[in-house]
Each structure stands twice: as C-alpha cells, then as structure tokens.
C-alpha cells in the first residue's frame, strides 16, 4: 500500500464509546442510501407509467404505415422508419468495420508508445463530444463543403462518426479480454501476426464485439440533434430510395409532433416512443442474449 | 486449426521444404507473400484507426474556420461579454453570449444537485449494501435510465415535470422552464455518476473495509469516512464527465427549457442553452453564409471548448489524485 488509509478525522473518543447510537445513525444512513436508489428506480417508472397511459390509446397499425400528415389521425411514422433503416444500416456498414479495426489496430499491433497514447486519448476524448458538435462537424463536411446536400448519405456518415469511439472503446475492452496465453499459443506455432488476430484472437472476441456494436447501434436509433443540425428534413413526404435523398428518423418525426402545441399530436408523439422504446429494448435483449450464449460456452 | 506444423498458413505448397536438395528450411515464397500481407494488413488497420484522429481534426477546423467567418461581422469581445442575445431579430441582432452560457451553467448546476447525490448514494449502495440478487436487479434497471433516448426525457420534462410537478408547487412556473430541464437532465445523469463512481468505489481493496471493521466501525463510518475518501478521485471524475455531458446536452432543453435567450436568474423561467440555440436555428431556416448561420459555428465552438476542458480536466484529475493500491 503506498498511502496510509485516510484516517477518519471527526471521531472523538465520546462518540466511539456510544455504541449504540452509533449504530442507530448507522441504520438511518443504509435506508437513506436505499431510498436514493429507489428514487432513481421510481423516476424510470414514473417515466415508462407516463408515457405508456398517455401513448397506449393511440397505438395502431396506422401509426407504422401511414406517411405524416397534418391531422393526428392520419399522421404515421412509415416515412421516419425507413428514413432511420436507411441511416442506420448505413452507418453500421461505415462504423462497424472501421471501429473493430481501429480497436485491432490499438490492441494488437500498435507500439507501445507516445503515438499509441496519444490516439488512445483522442479516441476517448472524442467519445466525450457532444453529439450536437458532431452535427455541425456533419453540416460543415458533409453537407457544405462536400456539396452532398441534406441526404442519407450526409447523415449516416455523420452518424459513422459519431458512433466510431464508442465502437471502439467496446471493441477494445472486448480484445482486452482475451488472454495472452491464447495469442501466444498461436505465436509459439509459428503463426504471424495477422493469423493470430484473425483465427485466434477475433472469433473469440466476437461476442464482446457484438455486444458493444448493438449497443452503439441503439444509442445511434435514438439521437436526434446530430441528425436535425446535419440536415434531416421537419417534413419529407416520401422514404428514401438511396443514397442521395431527403430523409427524416423516427427521432425526429417525434420531436416535429412534440414542438406542436396540439395535445393530439403529443399524444401521438407519446405512442411513437413506445415504439422506439420497444425498438431500442429489442435490440438491447439481442445483446444480452448475444453475450450470454457466446460467453457461457468459454471461461477463461 | 493449423494441422501443418510448418510456416502454419494454411496454404498447401508443392512439396515439402525439409527435402528440398539444397534448398532452405524455409519456403520463402510463403514468407514474403505473408510478409505482404501482415504489411498490407498493418497499414489498412492503422488508416483505420487514423480516422478517429481525422474527426478531431476536423471538428476543430469546421469549428474554427465557420467561426472566422462570424467573427468577421461580430467582435469577439462583444460575443464573450455581451448580455444581449438577439440573433433572431432581423434588424437589431446583438451577439453577447452570455445568456446562452448563464442558460447552459444554470442546467449544468441544477442537474448536478439532483444528480449528485443521488448517483453517488447508489453507488454506495449497490457495492457496499445490495445483497448480489438486489444489485442484478438494479444495476441493469439503473443502466437502462441511460439508454433512453433523451428526446424522451424532453418530453416528459415538457408534459410532465413542468404541468404535473412544479405547477402544482410554484404555479407562477412558465410552460418553457430551465427547472424542469435541469431536473430531466439530472435522472438522465444519474446512471453515469453510479456506475462510474461505483467502478471506483469497487476498486478500493477490501482490506481497507476489513481493517475498519476490525476496528469496529459500523457499515456507515466504513462508506462515509474509508471508502468514499479513498475512491473520491475516480467519483470527482465522475461528477467531471457528467457535468460536461449536462453542457452538451442538447434535445432536453431544446424540448422543455424554451427559446427565449436571457440571462437565467430564476429557473422557474424559460432560458436558452447553447446547445437549445443551435437547435433552434436548424429547425428554422438559416441561410447558408448569412451571420447567424455561421454564429452556428461559433457557439458550437465554445460549447465544444467547455466540454472538453470539463474532460481532460476530469482524466487529469484521474491521474493525479488517484490513490495507488497494491
């Protein structure tokens, strides 16, 4: 040990010789900390209480196919859940690949150096970025200075970028896992780098990986300011056919209905995030499921 | 997997080097083709792992060189020190940011006291007090406050806190309110200050507690007086990053805070962040090149400046204060 404990400083002697009222704060402070918790607890019921009561009654299979519209009847999400298909299948093609290796990279090849760090520290000071600076990172690139315009094609890149440190970090935390013994198993037979990487380290880093990419994916589903200042459109009448047009996510139909001060129209933006919350709770139990059936096969 | 106790590639070559008359153990072509490769393969992981520092990059020169332009029409002194935000109004704009930043500091303040406490005393809680079955229970339920998109925090703040809450306590509340923000940002904070103080609280060595028990001290002096002080870098640290995630946060207070930028002096009235005000430049429609267009650029650089003294202030701190065990 390289410091002394801290020594509690307020004890006096009276005090240490009442026992029991000593123990008596002692089982106030466990309640107090007990209700804290529960109070974080509570806010998330309160939150899911409000919105499912509010939001159930306008649940139909119109809210997923019908295009938006003026009147809250009509109005659906159809256009906005392709629009986020589209940006999120396409930021995962960008993001995915170029996350894990990064991560490879960083894990297993980098030198141990000052460059090394120095990457390391940008990866994690970008991930403390808020998502809104990435949006005008977006506008600035993507949409002004490479002159592509308020397209998918824009906002997924954006979107790529942004999601990159976190694939990362996850990716790396996963590679980390793995023991050296495995690496130098395959070093010791001969194997060069790559073949190590590839046959032996990656397939059982997969389920870490995986784990780490669906929930990057899920925190992408549901940001919006990146999206809204790099150019998704308030009001798009038609899904995106490609790369190149207009589109709006599910996100960001929610918050045009929301900034409406019609109450119908709120109600509706209250069934639409059930519907994003049954998408992102979704995809969060394919990662549980995904971690839990890789993992138990191995033990380290 | 490799069978073949040789160069192990896999690759099947014509015969077998050892019998080769004259020849070397080695097949060379098998090692300078691999040669290749791991070369190849090096290089395409590291133009990878470049682009990481290609965002940074570029987020400082977008940033930067927008704001050039702003600055061009605005002076800077004015921008820094001015108490009148009036981009909106076409004829007598006046760029002082000061109410955006009070607006931003105001939220940043607030949420932490709801934050703080609370996430701390979680993490108190789930590592030294849960039995292992509570903590699974309420780890994943605490992570999951963290998963929800904050676009549905906006809109419970707006819905919910504002009419159902504070109305009901201080009915001179506005619609548009920085309280009811700062109150959603607060629970959207709380699951990053339990964990990550929990990660600290969890990496003080068990015989500091056992030394304290020994001594007799009750379960409450151990957390307060050993383990919170001897974690308290790594839970600085994390009231550090959430304090810049509370700065950055953006679709909260665009939804729930308002858009009426003044210097914020009572929370029960409306104010506008800096992130609030980029929001709502987007959502209208700004002309490219036009002041206000590239005041985008130059608000977001001194949100993108906070944020980032906030983290490496948070890792520096990490660093320097962090008490060595074992």
């Known amino acids: 040990m390289s410091s002394p404990p801290i020594l509690p400083k307020s004890t006096s002697l009276s005090d240490i010789g009442n026992l029991s009222r000593r123990q008596r704060i002692a089982s106030i402070g466990k309640v107090v900390f007990l209700a804290a918790t529960l109070l974080a607890v509570a806010a998330l019921a309160v939150l899911l209480w409000y919105i499912f009561q509010r939001g159930w009654g306008w649940l139909s299979w119109g809210l997923l196919t019908n295009p938006p519209s003026r009147k809250p009847e009509k109005a659906g999400l159809s256009i906005a859940i392709s629009g986020t298909l589209w940006i ?19 894990e297993e090849y980098a030198p141990k150096n000052r460059w090394t760090r120095l990457l390391q520290i940008n990866i994690s000071n970008l991930a403390g970025v808020p998502s809104v600076v990435y949006g005008l990172l977006g506008l600035g690139i993507f949409v002004q200075w490479l002159d592509l315009g308020r397209v998918v094609l824009a906002g997924a890149l954006t979107m790529a970028l942004l999601s990159l440190p976190v694939i990362i970090i996850s990716s790396q935390e996963a590679l980390k896992a793995i023991p050296w013994s495995l690496r130098e198993a395959a070093y010791g037979v001969g194997a060069t780098r790559w073949q190590v990487t590839a046959s032996h380290v990656l397939p059982a880093a997969v389920p870490g990986i995986l784990t780490g990419v669906i929930l990057a994916v899920s925190r992408a589903i549901g940001e919006t300011a990146p999206l809204l200042v790099a150019g998704a459109a308030g009001f798009v009448t038609s899904k995106p056919s490609g790369f190149m047009d207009s589109y709006t996510t599910i996100p960001i139909q929610l918050y045009n209905w929301m900034s409406r001060p019609q109450t119908e129209f709120r109600d509706l933006a209250a069934a639409g995030i059930i519907v994003l919350l049954v998408l992102l709770i979704s995809m969060n139990l394919i990662a549980i499921i995904v971690r839990q059936r890789f993992s138990s096969r191995t033990r380290w | 997997m490799a069978t073949e106790p040789r160069t192990g590639s896999g690759t099947q070559t014509d015969a077998l080097p050892f019998f080769r008359p004259g020849g070397s153990y080695v097949d060379q072509k098998l090692l300078r083709r691999q040669h290749l490769t791991e070369k190849t393969v090096g290089y395409l992981l590291l133009a990878c792992a470049i682009v990481s520092v290609l965002t940074t990059i570029g987020i400082v020169v977008v940033l930067l060189a927008q704001a050039v332009n702003f600055f061009a029409d605005v002076s800077i002194v004015d921008f820094l020190t001015g108490t009148t935000w009036t981009a909106l109004f076409q004829n007598q704009q006046q760029w002082g940011v000061l109410p955006l930043v009070s607006a ?81 940002v607060g629970i959207m904070i709380v699951p990053l200050i339990a964990s990550l103080s929990e990660d600290a609280i969890r990496s003080v060595p068990s015989a500091m507690r056992e030394g304290a028990y020994a001594l007799g001290a009750t379960k409450l002096e151990v957390s307060t007086r050993i383990i919170v002080p001897a974690a308290l870098s790594g839970i600085v640290a994390s009231f550090m990053l959430a304090a810049s995630r509370a700065v950055g946060e953006t679709m ?70 962090r008490e060595e065990y074992e």
């Open chain 2, 104 to 184: 931003t500091l105001m939220v940043t303040l607030l949420s932490m006291l709801v934050a703080m406490p609370i996430g701390l005393m979680s993490a108190i809680f789930l590592s030294e007090y849960a039995s292992p079955r509570t903590r699974a229970v309420l780890k994943p339920v605490l992570e999951l406050l963290a998963g929800i998109p904050t676009i549905i925090y906006g809109f419970f703040a707006l819905t919910f806190i504002t009419p159902s809450i504070l109305k009901v306590v201080w009915p001179q509340t506005s619609v548009y309110n920085v309280l009811a923000a700062s109150i959603a």
């Open chain 2, 252 to 321: 909260i207070v665009a939804l729930a805070a308002g858009s009426k930028a003044q210097m914020v002096t009572n929370p029960l009235q409306p104010g506008e962040t800096m992130t609030g005000y980029i929001v709502q430049v987007v959502s209208g429609d700004a002309a490219r090149g036009s002041t206000i267009y590239y005041s985008l650029f130059a608000v977001g650089l001194l949100l993108f400046v906070m944020t980032l003294a906030l983290n490496i202030f948070s890792h520096w701190f990490v660093r320097r204060f």
């Open chain 1, 88 to 106: 999120i299948s396409l930021t995962l093609l960008v993001a995915f690949p170029m996350g894990v290796a990064s991560a490879i990279f960083l």
